[in-house]
């Protein structure tokens, strides 16, 4: 459930008010219409009127939801279905939605149709056995409760061991401080409805006397999206008076993990605990200040940093100050070749194929490639991690075979092994034998279609016809698809990689934008310094100028949908309670993710975390680190910036050195010893 929210006169004002004038106490009651009376006279219109605040919700919420496929999810005040379209897309086993107002659910029904189960009751006396839920939603609901501790005991009956609880509503602050009214417009007036407005602490406090954690902590501020639904109905006021204020808080509760018998795992003695006063994506727009605690090389908490809701823990002797700084997930690179780091770009372009370009490179560049060639293999591939942790990527897909005695333990970068691949058609005659024998729930990879002629159009029909393209197909390049091979591509649920640089390099172009927005599967990837520019964020730069993709989009290709095509399952390119402590920092500029992401250069990176251990500091961030984090970080410059990195440097250089006497360059940049060492 939700609500319109509107100002009081007195209170319509440019000037914000600060969200801790004023208290709201729970015993205080708004007066307008009973919440059941108010539903049922807005019901028909409860998904007509422009709502910010919905709006704002539904923004961060859809970042923090864990996956539900094959999951049992309740949505507790359902309302007319708005959370449960959104959750049936995401296949849960089952679906149910409950609401007081059969008026809400006659609205729900017609939208979901079979989709979900609905049940008419009141969420603090629900129908339903024991641990019945895997995941529970409840919108905008805790402040019609007159009960919130019956709420939270039937909360508590329904939950499984392992189960989430995500509810959200109207900051109490805030709404304390602009005098918000909760209603919506119906038959030409104003329906106001009764709430019974409460601090967080004392919804907390109901759940926590249950053995219910807090797990996150969200207080958002309207954005871009709501300043324009502001804009379009004339109340700039509001939002202005809104401006820098939290308008609505989102909880993230579990379970308490149980006592173990067994001796607990200690962490890395060099591990990060906790980042503080970051500003942290959830999305490409979506940002919030908040604290995150990590164990066991994972997310435990995110909890708004300075929040009068919570009780502030001691500091973690193993934290660190992020003031000033913007947290974003690790970068998921692709498609990258390790091995190649140290080499130059080969070849002249103006190819039709790239085996056009490699027999041209084996004929006039015989003796760069040998020079390179003859460094040790496993020392080139330490350098090809380096080089993409540079840049803020902390998963990496290596398009070679995996080598588990230099990836398993200690790597730069984490190594995706859980996967299948062929290098392509022209050069690998038993690719479809490995497609075909390659696991159900693992992706395959295949150079496919990179080229701009006849022979490379037709490879996708080739692998059609032989049974071997199907969802599980990742085709990298594909720049030779026309309009039917990009169909075919559709038909089968096959994903496609793009490595912008390396195809105008190579032929010239790449995909247009029309092209890949078409494509509901794909992701961005770096390919090696033989071909493209230098590493995946330059990769990110020519997505979004030079072929013009949105933001958000090019934002999602090294975050969230690169994570689908790989199938990867551990949170990575997320910043999620559970998920991998996978993130990098840069300079917080006041900018959207998207939009600073865009433009990042690896000068920007200063900061990247993998599995809660520090891989990568800048001078600044490696002076506010604790001592014990920082065992095993190395100063490395490249072009004169000094970055400490957890490399075995003198190794790597000794080694190189041997064959590249002089200048060493990664992907394209000078690299040497740091002078802090």
């Known amino acids: 459930m939700g609500a319109t929210i509107h100002q009081s006169p007195q ?7 600060a969200s801790s004038a004023m208290k709201v106490s729970s015993s205080v009651s708004a007066s307008g219409a009973r919440p059941k009376d108010g539903y049922r006279l807005v019901s028909s219109v409860y998904d007509v009127e422009p709502n910010p605040v919905l709006s704002l919700e539904q923004r961060f919420l859809e970042r923090l939801l864990p996956q539900i496929k094959e999951l049992d999810v309740i949505d507790l005040g359902c309302g007319t279905g708005r959370w449960l379209a959104r959750l049936a ?10 609401d007081f107002s059969a008026e809400m659910l006659i609205q729900a029904k017609r939208k979901l149709r079979d989709a979900a189960n609905f049940v008419l009751a009141d969420c603090t006396n629900i129908p339903f056995p024991r641990a019945s839920a895997d995941l529970i939603v409840s919108s905008f609901l805790t402040s019609y409760l007159e009960e919130i501790d019956a709420f ?3 909360v508590r009956r329904l939950l499984r061991r392992d189960a989430s609880i995500f509810l959200s509503d109207l900051h109490p602050d805030t709404a ?23 601090p967080v602490t004392e919804v907390l406090r109901s759940f926590e006397a249950l053995g219910i954690a807090v797990n996150a902590l969200i207080e958002p501020h309207f954005g871009e999206p709501e300043c324009e639904l502001f804009k379009r109905a004339g109340k700039m006021d509001a939002f202005n008076a809104a401006t820098g204020l939290p308008a609505i808080y989102i909880l993230q509760l579990g379970l308490k993990a149980r006592r173990s018998l067994s001796p607990r795992k200690k962490a890395q003695a060099n591990s990060l605990g906790n980042t503080h006063a970051a500003r942290v994506a959830f999305g490409p727009n979506e940002t919030a200040q908040v604290d995150v605690t990590i164990e066991n090389g994972r997310i435990a908490s995110l909890k708004s940093n300075g929040s009068r809701s919570l009780r502030q823990p001691k500091q973690h002797t193993h934290s660190i100050d992020l003031s000033g700084f913007l947290l974003l997930p690790g970068l998921v690179n692709a498609h990258d070749h390790l091995e190649f780091a140290l080499f130059p770009r080969l070849g002249k372009g103006g190819y039709r194929n790239f085996v056009e370009w490699a027999d041209d490179i084996h004929q006039s560049e015989t003796s760069s490639i040998g020079r390179h060639r003859v460094i040790d293999k496993n020392v080139r591939l330490w350098w090809g991690g380096i080089r993409n942790l540079l840049c803020g990527v902390t998963t990496v897909c290596h398009h070679n075979p995996y080598v588990a005695k230099i990836f398993d333990k200690g790597f730069a970068v984490r190594v995706l092994r859980a996967f299948s691949w062929a290098h392509s058609m022209p050069l690998d005659k038993d690719l479809v034998r490995r ?4 696991p159900a729930g693992q992706p395959f990879i295949v150079h496919l279609a990179e080229g701009i002629d006849s022979q490379s159009a037709a490879e996708i029909f080739r692998l059609a016809e032989q049974n071997a393209l199907d969802d599980r197909t990742v085709i990298v390049h594909g720049l030779g698809l026309d309009e039917l091979g990009l169909s075919r591509l559709r038909f089968a649920g096959a994903a496609l990689i793009w490595c912008p640089t390396s195809n105008m390099f190579l032929f010239g172009r790449t995909h247009d934008r029309r092209a890949l927005k078409s494509l509901p599967r794909l992701a961005l990837g770096s390919d090696s310094p033989l071909t493209a520019e230098g590493d995946l ?3 990110i730069r020519s997505a979004a100028g030079s072929v013009g993709l949105p933001l958000e989009e090019v934002y999602s290709l090294v975050t969230t949908r690169a994570a689908d095509v790989l199938r990867l399952n551990s949170g990575e390119g997320t910043l999620l309670i559970g998920a991998l402590a996978d993130f990098f920092a840069i300079r917080d500029t006041g900018e959207s993710p998207a939009n600073r992401l865009a433009s990042l250069t690896y000068r920007d990176v200063e900061f990247v975390v993998i599995g809660g251990l520090v891989q990568l500091a800048s001078a600044d961030v490696f002076a506010r ?10 100063p490395l410059e490249i072009e004169g910036e000094l970055r400490w990195v957890r ?9 190189t050195r041997k064959h590249l006497p002089g200048e060493i360059k990664l992907g394209g940049r000078s690299v040497c010893h740091g002078r802090s060492e």
């Open 89 to 98: 897309e995401r296949s849960p086993r089952s679906l149910v939605g409950v």
């Open 176 to 198: 304390a401080a602009l005098r918000w009214r909760r209603g919506f417009h119906a038959n030409g007036s104003f329906v106001s409805i009764a709430t019974h407005s409460r």
């Open 435 to 438: 497609q075909k024998s390659a």
């Open 625 to 634: 680190l604790p001592g014990p984090v920082t065992t095993g970080l190395h």
């Open 11 to 17: 209170t319509e004002s440019r000037k914000p008010i």
């Open 152 to 154: 939270a005991r039937q």
């Open 537 to 539: 964020l330059d990769e």
């Open 647 to 655: 490399a075995p440097l003198n190794r790597l250089f000794t080694e």
